[in-house]
């Protein structure tokens, strides 16, 4: 299994940014995925989900409205779509696959992906 | 949403000792219908993406090493080494999944003392 983010980088708040996540060694189809941010040196927050069909997404409040999450399942690729982005968004943003066997788990990661929001 | 409290925020512990990690729920995470409790823990070390170690409070995922152990139910749980290594060195997170939105303690800095 292996997750590869990319897209992060440094932007100004308010304009927006996409992140994708690349997945190979499982059938993506069949499992829902993660997004989760630290921002520097501070703790986990859960950020979105996807279902493995796109049929459900739920979001955290800190970015409900403003971030949409999404997934291509013949391209075996998650995104999600950042805008007006604020100074508190800057963090590391792993996407994680749900587990088969615990839904709500997170047992692969990705490596990670920097978004630095400054002016 | 469900509130998760790590304690302590630190602890340093002699190599070969035992390291005992609590978490604490704002409300109980067992859910009924399976009666599992929906609490996880992560590792995670400098540098890297957090690994799932345990899920539903006392399952450890495949390949983590038998000396990491976790109990409790409804709203208290403790993740245990039980003789720590030097490749233990991490921060320790739980982490709740009985409802959206999933939600994780502050984490919990072991270190070799």
Known sequence: ?119 | DIVMTQSPDSLAVSLGERATINCKSSQSVLYSSNNKNHLAWYQQKPGQPPKLLIYWASTRESGVPDRFSGSGSGTDFTLTISSLQAEDVAVYYCQQYNSIPPTFGQGTRLEIK
Request: aromatic share 10%.
């Open chain 1, 1 to 119: 299994v292996q997750l590869v983010e990319s897209g992060g980088g440094v932007v100004q708040p308010g304009r927006s940014l996409r992140l994708s996540c690349e997945a190979s060694g499982f059938t993506f189809r069949s499992s829902a995925l993660h997004w989760v941010r630290q921002a520097p040196g501070k703790g986990l927050e859960w950020v979105a989900v996807i279902s493995s069909d796109a049929g459900n997404k739920y979001y955290a409040d800190s970015v409900k409205g403003r971030f949409t999450i999404s997934r291509d399942n013949y391209k075996n690729t998650m995104y999600l779509q950042m805008n007006s982005l604020k100074s508190e968004d800057a963090a590391v943003y792993y996407c994680a696959r749900d587990h088969p066997l615990a839904a709500g788990t997170m047992d692969y990661w990705g490596q990670g992906t920097l978004v630095t929001v400054s002016s």
